[in-house]
């Protein structure tokens, strides 16, 4: 196909170059187009109507206080205006709200691309026993994703996630494997932990 452009003419070289270099360079500029976030499965937890709540940690509940956010973009790094974020975890308890809408929440990135939310870090269950948040991204134009986030610092990992992200099969993509920032609370308050997740979607 690209042949084809260059025979006819619509794709030319700013500078003179043979049909063998246009071709290396269209391609050089493919390969830097930034890899699509990896799918994963949605789970049997997912609740459609989630109210846009950017705090989802209620004072006194259990677990590690947990700052996510991240920003929605197309393979280019452009932001992508319009996306709305699915997002919903177990509780501390790896407990999900099956009949409400705790930690869960459908929230629309703000003018910068940027989603954030104010959550507790999620406890561990039975049936996929690593520590994991439940995407669904959706953007006009994109293909709408769904994925999951995972922490670097669960235990399931052992403290070698570099070695242990296979275990059970449970992780799809390395990528998806996120490390963890800590940070003193300020004033007396609890210390909270934090994670960035970044999600690139395809051209629908
Ligand atoms: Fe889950």
Redesign the pocket.
């Known amino acids: 196909m690209l042949e084809l452009c260059i025979s006819r003419g619509m794709l030319l070289g700013a500078a003179a170059l043979s049909e063998a270099q246009l071709l290396a360079l269209w391609q050089q500029g493919e390969a830097q187009a930034l890899k699509p976030t990896s799918a994963e499965v949605l789970?049997p937890?997912f609740r459609k109507g989630a109210p846009d709540n950017r705090v989802l940690r209620a004072p006194g509940d259990a677990g590690f206080p947990l700052n996510v956010s991240g920003k929605v973009c197309d393979t280019r790094g452009r932001l992508i205006e319009g996306a709305k974020v699915d997002l919903w975890?177990?509780d501390h308890h790896g407990l999900?709200d099956t009949k409400g809408y705790r930690y869960r929440t459908k929230i629309a990135p703000d003018a910068k691309g940027l989603y954030a939310v104010d959550t507790v870090m999620p406890g561990h269950?039975s049936d996929?026993p690593a520590q994991?948040i439940?995407y669904l991204i959706a953007a006009p134009g994109h293909k709408t994703l769904i994925t999951?986030a995972y922490f670097a610092t669960d235990p399931f990992f052992e403290g070698d996630p570099e070695k242990n992200w296979k275990k059970r099969n449970i992780v799809g993509n390395k990528d998806l494997l996120l490390p963890v920032r800590l940070y003193e609370g300020a004033n007396g308050a609890a210390p909270h932990a934090e994670i960035t997740f970044d999600i690139i979607l395809e051209k629908a």
């Open positions: 789970g937890f975890h177990a999900y269950y996929r994991h439940h999951q």
